[in-house]
Nanobody, 113 residues
Framework: QVQLVESGGGLVQPGGSLRLSCTASGIIFSVYVMGWYRQAPGKQRELVATITSGSITNYADSVKGRFTISRDNAKNTVYLQMNSLKPEDTAVYYC???????WGQGTQVTVSS
């Protein structure tokens, strides 16, 4: 049984930081490209960042220079470090295995003063 479990969301003020984690079980984590996605109210789900098994990263233009994706294969975990957060970053954030697709349940990030 495959599970992806996200954590680390919450309420943060503009300019603040959060680190999201996604821990996988039931898969050979190290071979998967992993991605973080987000979905804001009334909007389509969008890709935020990806990381390959060799830790090559790619980012949406809207988060370049502010967000960093990383992975720890020994812990079956992918991270999303989010800095300089803006109100428009408010969304439910999901992790996903890319290729054979599995999704986590999501974690809410709210950026507000």
């Amino acid at each position: 049984q495959v599970q992806l479990v996200e954590s680390g969301g919450g309420l943060v003020q503009p300019g603040g930081s959060l680190r999201l984690s996604c821990t996988a079980s039931g898969i050979i984590f190290s071979v998967y490209v992993m991605g973080w996605y987000r979905q804001a109210p009334g909007k389509q789900r969008e890709l935020v960042a990806t990381i390959t098994s060799g830790s090559i990263t790619n980012y949406a233009d809207s988060v370049k220079g502010r967000f960093t994706i990383s992975r720890d294969n020994a812990k079956n975990t992918v991270y999303l470090q989010m800095n300089s957060l803006k109100p428009e970053d408010t969304a439910v954030y999901y992790c996903r295995t890319i290729g054979r697709s599995y999704w986590g349940q999501g974690t809410q990030v709210t950026v507000s003063s």
